[in-house]
């Protein structure tokens, strides 16, 4: 079974808006609202940013949004700031045989 | 305070075994599925599987079932990942994560354990 497509990297300047990408199939991304997002610093254990597609947990920023459009899956930062340069993940429940599928990653620089 | 605390790296020779560990604390222990992400020197994230520290119930990821064994004790709370036989390719951190009580999403995270398998 083959990890969710993401850009292997975005980039952007502080201020400015990005938007990664998370691409499935009909048996994950677009069969369920059950897509997260997680955030990685280096060395770091990942970190929930999104969940259901476009909650966000108590605590993290108003700048991070998610969404889905068909076998797509989006996450928007707004606002860029030099501390949102980290890896960001897709994940999505992919059925009761895979269980959950991650996407590759996506680098975020920020310029 | 939720916290997920892993036991120490570890370096074990191809054929060994292991076992490492995550102890749960500041919840319910026995109310949420607990379970394993692995991730390799600069890549990226792949679910193991998860188990119910109820009944020991799994949902193994197809690429991890028969490579690995999850396991519980709930009586002092931690969950267990143990190989009967590394490769180096085990070589990885081991995160361990708590499920989202609804959803399938992971809301916390252990520091991660890595192991690293060479001769």
């Known amino acids: 079974q083959s990890a969710l497509t993401q850009p292997a990297s975005v980039s952007g300047s502080p201020g400015q808006s990005i938007t990664i990408s998370c691409t499935g199939t009909s048996s994950d991304v677009g069969s369920y609202n059950l897509v997260s997002w997680y955030q990685q610093h280096p060395g770091k254990a990942p970190k929930l940013i999104i969940y259901?597609?476009?909650q966000r947990p108590s605590g993290v920023s108003n700048r991070f949004s998610g969404s889905k459009s068909g076998n797509t899956a989006s996450l928007t930062i707004s606002g860029l700031q030099a501390e949102d340069e980290a890896d960001y993940y897709c994940c999505s429940y992919a059925g009761e045989t895979l269980y959950v599928m991650f996407g590759g990653g996506t680098k975020l620089t920020v310029l | 305070e939720v916290q997920l605390v892993q036991s120490g790296p570890e370096l074990k020779k191809p054929g060994e075994s292991l076992r490492i560990s995550c102890k749960g604390s500041?919840?319910?222990?026995?109310?949420?599925?607990i379970g394993w992400v692995r991730q390799k020197p600069g890549k990226g994230l792949e679910y193991m599987g998860i188990i119910w520290p109820g009944d020991s119930g799994t949902r193994y990821s197809p690429s991890f079932q028969g490579q690995v064994n999850m396991s519980v004790d709930k009586s002092i709370s931690t969950a267990y990942l143990q190989w009967s036989r590394l490769k180096a390719s085990d070589t990885a951190t081991y995160f361990c994560?708590?499920?989202?009580?609804?959803?399938?999403?992971?809301?916390?995270w252990g520091p991660g354990t890595l192991v690293i398998v060479s001769s």
């Open positions: 500041g919840y319910s222990f026995p109310n949420y599925w």
């Open positions: 994560v708590r499920k989202y009580i609804n959803g399938w999403n992971f809301d916390y």
């Open positions: 259901e597609g476009s």
